[in-house]
């Protein structure tokens, strides 16, 4: 069983930055993954970034990447996302996701992740 627990969230402007914290309480195994996605009123949960909790090999969706890092310290049971150059469309309620086992072809998949968080929401207004 494990828990996740976001922080991080909040209002900022366009072209800020801002990161994102994912605490986990309970095992991680090295099979496991940790996932950030989001939901805006009104549209569906969509696919973030992701991350391989053993090898650390990282995954983003096109409309973040190279503006987005996800992040792990193994040590502190916690995941990162830092957001750079953020824009209106990003905002959103941003959820945390674990799951174990998580296979390639799934990492983009919300019904890969047992274990979401409540989420934080991060808001960009000027």
């Known amino acids: 069983q494990v828990e996740l627990s976001e922080s991080g969230g909040g209002l900022v402007r366009p072209g800020d930055s801002l990161r994102v914290s994912c605490a986990a309480s309970g095992r991680m195994s090295s099979s496991s993954a940790m996932a950030w996605f989001r939901q805006s009123p009104g549209k569906e949960r969509e696919f973030v970034a992701a991350?391989?909790?053993?090898?650390?090999?990282?995954h983003y969706a096109d409309s973040v990447k190279g503006r987005f890092t996800i992040s792990r310290d193994k040590a502190k049971n916690t995941g990162y996302l830092q957001m750079e150059s953020l824009n209106v469309e990003d905002t959103a309620v941003y959820y945390c996701?674990?799951?174990?086992?998580?296979?390639?072809?799934?990492?983009?998949?919300?019904?890969?992740?047992?274990?979401w968080g409540q989420g934080t929401q991060v808001t960009v207004s000027s």
């Open positions: 996701a674990a799951g174990m086992g998580v296979i390639l072809s799934s990492l983009r998949m919300r019904a890969a992740y047992a274990y």
């Open positions: 991350v391989r909790w053993s090898g650390g090999s990282t």
